[in-house]
């Protein structure tokens, strides 16, 4: 392990280039979802929120895997171990192939009987969520695929990677924007397309990053050993709090098509990305913070690892704190300056989403640890077994029980 400072000067670093992504990030997403909103109208968007959300909702399997693999890539690398970390890589792309293929047979079967039974969707839009759906379920898959380089790069601390790479992503969301207001095809329909086409193309330019970068990333084969079972093992207890995530995330999402409507789905859609844009902020911070966690753990250096809990968790929530006062006090005023049109319901959505992000920030950190020493199983099941809760709560309160009355 390096020294401290060299270590506190990467964070410093790699916070600073993970900051400048973000606000490149801030300023696309507040223009881009501003023309994006008023060109595909209220209903559309809210239809792209809630259709893209039944594929989501299968994602959870593959988080859970992404978690094992930023967790074994970064410990082997904190050892200092090169033939462990090689058969991490290699087991990680092996295990991954195989996430997209299940969830590409779920997606296709029960994803798409929920679709047609279950959602409210205008008849003259159905044909419009078909195609967005299947454009969604692609995206899942190479989102899926792709989880072995992005860990890789966050392991190795690599985070100017991600800035170069997120300068190209805004610049292609920017034509997109444009294109969708030229084209002449069904527009939901070409903006889910184009979406799509930029992802892959991050894809393929991480890959291209990985193999010239990092040894470990060429000549990726898959040997069989113990870190299979170890890994899945990993990920079947980090797969409660994804799945806790997923339920108050998307499940909430659907609970609200069910009973509102897509107009409901717009206002929360448009919450949530406020809610990304924030959290962003202190999610950079975490990020650079948390392969430091990992690889002191694996060094066994527990003073630092202590150090940096602190550190992380103070700096995190204060950070939030000061974004978001003058967000959740001045919420009206903002959407009326950012969006042409903005939903009913939008600001009571993102005073919550607040208050959810502020108890979060602090979770983060103590998540981090908990993960780093492998010991994950009993906090995985209280905290995702009380979220869990959220989704039954809710459908009673929105089914108007008396118990709420």
């Not at 039974?117 to 379920?137: D, H």
């Not at 985070?159 to 997109?176: E, H, N, P, R, T």
Request: net charge positive.
């Amino acid at each position: 392990m390096p020294d401290n400072s060299s270590s506190n000067k990467r964070i410093a670093k790699n916070t600073l280039l993970l900051y400048a992504r973000m606000l490149l990030l801030l300023a696309v997403s507040l223009y881009t979802s501003r023309i994006v909103l008023a060109t595909l109208g209220i209903e559309d968007y809210g239809l792209y929120n809630v259709v893209g959300g039944i594929v989501v909702m299968f994602t959870f399997i593959s988080k859970a895997m992404g978690n094992s693999t930023s967790r074994y890539i970064t410990f082997a690398l904190g050892k200092g171990d090169k033939a462990e970390l090689k058969n991490v890589v290699g087991v990680s792309f092996f295990i991954h192939w195989i996430l997209a293929g299940v969830i590409l047979v779920l997606a296709e079967t029960v994803g798409l009987w929920f679709l047609y039974n279950k959602m409210v969707i205008p008849e003259a839009r159905m044909t419009a969520a078909f195609w967005v759906y299947q454009f969604s379920v692609v995206s899942c898959m190479v989102s899926i695929i792709s989880v072995p380089f992005n860990s890789m790069i966050i392991a190795h601390e690599k985070m100017g990677a991600f800035a170069f790479i997120s300068i190209l992503d805004a610049v292609l969301k920017l034509l997109i924007v444009y294109l969708i207001q030229i084209s002449s095809f069904d527009k939901l329909i070409f903006y889910a397309a184009l979406l799509l086409g930029v992802m892959i193309l991050d894809r393929l330019i991480y890959q291209v990053y990985c193999h010239r970068h990092f040894e470990e990333a060429r000549n990726i084969k898959y040997q069989k050993s113990g870190l299979v079972k170890q890994m899945t093992s990993f990920a079947v207890w980090s797969l409660v709090g994804n799945l806790s995530y997923v339920c108050y995330t998307q499940g909430l999402n659907i609970l609200l098509n069910m009973f509102f409507g897509p107009a409901v789905n717009a206002a929360r859609g448009v919450a949530v990305q406020v809610e990304s844009v924030i959290n962003g902020f202190v999610t950079n911070f975490q990020t650079a913070v948390n392969p430091q966690i990992t690889k002191s753990y694996a060094a066994d250096e527990k003073g630092r690892v202590r150090d940096l809990l602190f550190l992380s968790s103070k700096f995190s929530f204060y950070l939030l704190l000061i974004l978001c006062l003058p967000v959740f006090l001045e919420a009206p005023a903002i959407l009326g300056l950012w969006l042409v049109e903005v939903p009913d319901h939008t600001v009571n959505f993102i005073r919550l989403l607040i208050l959810i992000m502020m108890a979060q920030s602090l979770h983060n950190p103590v998540s981090m640890i908990k993960s780093a020493t492998g010991q994950i199983k009993a906090y995985q099941l209280i905290i995702g077994g009380i979220l869990l809760l959220i989704i039954p709560i809710s459908y009673v309160a929105l089914n108007g029980s008396t118990i709420w009355k």
